[in-house]
């Protein structure tokens, strides 16, 4: 399968633990994202790379979120201290550079993150 | 900001009736419209995309929508529905004049179609 994979699928923690999930993008493409997903709620943007570079960062992306793409191919997204209100499905997702902004996004399966 | 709307929560109907779920947006300049759908256990895939051309676009397993700008609307439409759209649906909208290449998404819509 050559689709945008997520590790874990499924994280259980206890509040003020850290967490970190891993993202592979589809091998070609240069973008990739990151969304949360709330139940009832769309994705929410969270950040994104090209190639390397973090372009953007969502104001709702606190101090305790940090994300990394440190060669430009897959991507951590750590959790530090973690709350219950962090506990969401969080997305990968990737693009190909080519394809400009009106290209389209391939999602990954998520991982869930439950804190207790 | 860039935000999107999605007016309906929940829709039920059954097989072979007509489907409309809106979306409008708020943005002045140019933008790039996508509907994406959520099989139930699926990721996120690609229904289909406006960003030039024809306002009336065509995607997978049927579905159209149309960009209307003096609305700021891209709703989707699909004229006889099948118990397999059951799924949760999604507006969503970048605006690349402005420099970024982030995709904002509605809130959903939860289609559930009756056999």
């Known amino acids: 399968d050559t689709g945008v994979s997520q590790d874990p699928r499924h994280k259980i923690t206890k509040r003020g633990q850290n967490v970190t999930f891993r993202c592979d993008p589809i091998s070609e493409h240069n973008r990739l994202y990151w969304y949360r997903q709330t139940l009832g709620q769309g994705p929410e943007f969270l950040t994104y790379f090209q190639n390397e570079a973090q372009l953007e960062k969502s104001r709702l992306l606190s101090d305790r979120f940090s994300a990394e793409r440190p060669k430009g191919s897959f991507s951590t997204l750590e959790i530090q201290r973690t709350e219950q209100g962090d506990s969401a499905m969080y997305l990968c997702?990737?693009?190909?550079?080519?394809?400009?902004?009106?290209?389209?996004?391939?999602f990954g399966e998520g991982s869930r993150l439950t804190v207790l | 900001a860039q935000s999107v709307s999605q007016h309906n929560h929940h829709v039920i109907l059954s097989e072979a009736a007509s489907l409309e779920l809106g979306c409008n947006y708020s943005?002045?300049?140019?933008?790039?419209l996508f509907w994406y759908v959520q099989y139930p256990g699926q990721h996120l895939q690609l229904l289909l995309k406006y960003f030039s051309g024809d306002p009336l676009v065509k995607g997978i397993k049927g579905f159209e929508a149309e960009f209307i700008k003096s609305k700021f609307s891209f709703n989707l439409r699909k004229p006889s529905v099948q118990w397999s759209d059951t799924a949760e649906y999604f507006c969503a909208v970048n605006a690349p004049p402005s420099g970024t290449y982030k995709y904002i998404f509605g809130t959903g819509t939860r289609l559930k179609v009756l056999a």
């Open positions: 943005y002045g300049g140019t933008v790039n």
């Open positions: 997702a990737s693009s190909p550079m080519t394809s400009g902004v009106t290209g389209e996004l391939f």
